[in-house]
């Protein structure tokens, strides 16, 4: 069953927040404007600049379109009366930004704000940062990053949602809504920038910047669908990547950039380049210099020039010399004019100079935030010890107990260490506290004052030891191939576990570290990724037990580098896992060969990784049953209505992150052996059973098939409603 139209039906659904009216009104005023303009005009409008006064004179000279990393109202304010009053046509410049999880406020890592499993709260993320970031007058962020990574080892997992398509979906819309708000031209909308495009989260071997090795399928079935759901979430704009598919990079690709994203997609916002993308091309060996990677870039479909200053200084060039035509110029100036009268800025350039103050760290924002850290939160091991309710003295210590500015996390520039609260501060609030850290940095080696410690530990009821990464070691170009603690934290750790009193770890990180070892010398470890300006509270109300844990892996937990990548919905292997290995201890000395019986797995690290995807504990206990399908067979345009009963077996009032997934037991091509298909959060008081029901309609069992046609194949499935993507029994159903 082929359900194309499904696609132009999804697009239809959302047509963006502009009136038909409205577009028309823009479409006419870009064409009056274009029609003004010099070629050195429309040249101008493509090239994007960092920084702010220093390019006063060519902001006047109109040989500047947008700029980035100014966040100063009265410089923002500044330049762009350059643009609006002193250049010849008046127009204004688009002012840019990494506002990647908040700008004054902070807010969870995006991976962390992907453990929450709530859309609602991501969305609220993005709006309060845009309310923020706005307020400076910056009105376009490089946000939502909607590359999928599944390997732990590079450092920009920390900047997206994780390793599956779904979840991925749901937080990057979240993302571009909040952004956005309801009315791009409101002073408090920001567009949003939908990037990578595309693939640069499967760097091979997870080294930042890597090639990779994606068919079109998995591009189709894997990484284009949050680009593609975002463009019809309405984002503004889009970012090319670093990368190169099949051997074209990003930037110089028109398959993706017209092809896909235009022609497929009708996507009408606008592309710019990363940082220099263009300007790589040369160095990636696929242009021979800035002209012709200029040229390249153009001919793809990018509009406007991140940094290269290949646009400004060869297009007028290659426009002589018929390498690019004038339809392809005016084409890339049209969209940049666009996104310009949409956001209203040839109405309302400039910001309120005293704003900004008035609504950085709101006392809205900063709930919001500790919202936010609160429910990505993962518990991943409690042997009972939590929360600690009984305890009233307790030894806090670990480089990350108190370390301000590292919890912010990756692409932070914005944030303030001076209004972050740390673990350490909110934990004073509620218990007696003894503070010694002993190492003083992540990567830190010298326990020499481990005594100091180990004495304190004499008078105390639990110890909690925060562990993790400093921010500048994961985000961009931060890869590692270790994934271990760093330092001697491990160390500490055991150290702590010697004492014989309770441990409880923490661990304040930009991605998932291989902790095994760590878990097994602790009572509870508790798993915050980077949880920005609150993520201090947030802990420490889960600690006390005011907050009860509900954040589950956005991405799978390996025990060993060595693992990596590993994701669960991998596609099925010929040799699956039967439930049997056998680890090196198991191999006799001079064992005869044999590969009969075997299956996939590492002779040391097992079959398995340490934790799957979607698992996270809770203080109370929750049962799934009486989970049902109302049909046993489907057909074309139905819905698939599956009920369970949910019951909070334990004590505590508490939210659990129901999951639903899928299985297409014969396909094609070979298909994974599950797929997320939807999560709820669903809160219980203790003892409380909840009927809950997911809705699935049979078009969302499509995918891209062997004959590259998005179908929906008849045959057999498997469904599963549980707590984790490794947990609950398989129903079955057929669609005919
Ligand atoms: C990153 C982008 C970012 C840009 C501008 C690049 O290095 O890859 O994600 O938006 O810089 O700061």
């Known amino acids: 069953m082929k359900i194309k139209g499904l696609f132009l039906l999804m697009s239809a659904m ?30 101008g409008q493509m090239h994007q600049v960092s920084g702010g006064y220093q390019f006063y004179n060519d902001i006047v000279g109109g040989n500047i379109g947008s700029i980035l990393n100014v966040v100063d109202p009265i410089e923002i304010n500044a330049v762009q009366r350059a643009a609006v ?78 390793e599956d398509t779904y979840l991925d979906v749901q937080m990057g819309v979240a993302m571009v809504k909040g952004y ?16 990578h495009f595309v693939g640069y989260g499967a760097a091979e071997g997870g080294r930042d910047y890597n090639t990779t090795m994606l068919s079109e399928r998995a591009l189709r079935n894997i990484y284009f669908p949050p680009f593609k759901a975002c463009v019809d979430a309405g984002a503004l704009t889009l970012m090319t990547s670093f990368n190169d598919v099949d051997g074209i990079p990003s930037t110089g690709n028109s398959w993706l ?20 993308s263009s300007g790589e091309m040369i160095a ?73 103050a008035r609504v950085a760290y709101a006392k809205e924002h900063l709930d919001a935030a500790k919202q936010c850290a609160a429910e990505s939160i993962i518990l991943l091991q409690n042997n009972g010890i939590l929360p600690l309710k009984d305890a009233k003295r307790l030894l806090v210590t670990g480089p990350m107990a108190h370390a301000p500015y590292e919890q912010l996390g990756t692409w932070a520039f914005d944030g303030q260490e001076e209004h972050t609260v740390t673990p350490l501060m909110a934990l004073r609030e509620a218990y007696d506290v003894v503070y010694e850290p002993i190492l003083t940095y992540s990567r830190d080696n010298d326990m020499s004052n481990i005594k100091a410690a180990k004495r304190a530990a004499k008078g105390v009821d639990a110890i909690v030891v925060c562990v993790g990464e400093e921010a500048i070691l994961s985000g961009e170009a931060h890869s590692l191939s270790n994934l271990n603690l760093q330092g001697a934290q491990s160390a500490l750790i055991a150290e702590m576990r010697a004492t014989g009193k309770p441990v409880v770890v923490v661990v304040i990180a930009g991605r998932p570290l291989t902790i095994e070892r760590d878990l097994a010398s602790c009572d509870a470890m508790l798993y915050a990724f980077h949880p920005g300006t609150m993520g201090g509270e947030a802990i420490a109300d889960i600690i006390k037990g005011s907050t009860v844990p509900s954040g589950k892996l956005p991405m799978t937990f390996i025990r060993d580098a060595g693992q990596a990548p590993f994701y669960y919905n991998h596609p099925v292997t010929g040799r699956p896992n039967n439930g049997t290995e056998t680890l090196l201890d198991a191999i006799p000395i001079k064992a005869g060969q044999t590969s009969l019986g075997c299956t996939s797995y590492y002779l040391d690290s097992g079959y398995g990784p340490l934790l799957p995807f979607g698992y996270g504990l809770s203080y109370t206990t929750f049962a799934y049953s009486n989970i049902k399908l109302d049909k046993s067979e489907y057909t074309e345009g139905e819905r698939i209505i599956v009920e369970y009963d949910l019951t909070n077996t334990g004590d505590y009032d508490a939210t659990e992150v129901a999951q639903l997934y899928v299985r297409d037991l014969v396909g094609s091509v070979v298909r994974p052996v599950k797929e997320l298909k939807g999560f709820e959060r669903v809160t219980l008081k203790a003892g409380e059973t909840r009927h809950c029901r997911f809705e699935l309609s049979v078009a969302d069992l499509a995918y891209w098939n062997r004959d590259m046609e998005y179908v929906v194949e008849p045959g057999s499935f498997e469904l599963w409603v549980a707590g984790d993507s490794a947990s609950g029994e398989a129903l079955s159903f057929s669609v005919r």
Not at 16 to 40: C, F, H, P, W
Not at 180 to 195: E, F, H, R, V
Not at 318 to 330: A, H, N, Y
């Open 85 to 162: 009053e002193e250049s010849r046509l008046g127009i204004p410049l688009l002012v840019s930004r990494d506002v990647i999880h908040g700008f004054r406020t902070i807010f969870p890592i995006p991976l962390g704000m992907a453990a929450t499993f709530n859309p609602d709260i991501v969305e609220r993320g993005a709006r309060v940062a845009a309310i923020e970031a706005t307020a400076s007058g910056i009105r376009w962020t490089f946000s939502p990053m909607l590359d999928i990574a599944r390997d732990p080892r590079w450092g920009r997992v920390a900047e997206g949602s994780g």
């Open 180 to 195: 956005q708000g309801g009315d791009y031209t409101d002073p408090t909308s920001m567009a949003a920038c939908i990037k």
């Open 284 to 356: 990636h060996g696929y242009a021979e210099d800035l002209k012709h990677a200029t040229e390249l870039s153009i001919r793809a479909g990018v509009d406007m020039d991140m940094m290269s200053f290949g646009f400004i200084q060869h297009t007028k060039a290659l426009l002589d010399e018929g390498k690019i035509t004038m339809e392809q110029l005016d084409n890339a100036v049209r969209n940049i004019l666009k996104l310009k009268f949409r956001l209203g800025l040839f109405d309302n350039p400039y910001v309120d100079e005293g704003l900004a």
């Open 257 to 276: 950039l017209d092809d896909i994203l235009r022609q497929e997609w009708g996507f009408d916002g606008m592309v710019v380049t990363d940082w220099n």
């Open 14 to 43: 959302f047509v963006g927040t502009m009136t038909m009216a409205q577009s028309a009104d823009i479409d006419q005023r870009v064409e009056e404007l274009l029609q003004k303009m010099t070629v050195e005009e429309k040249i």
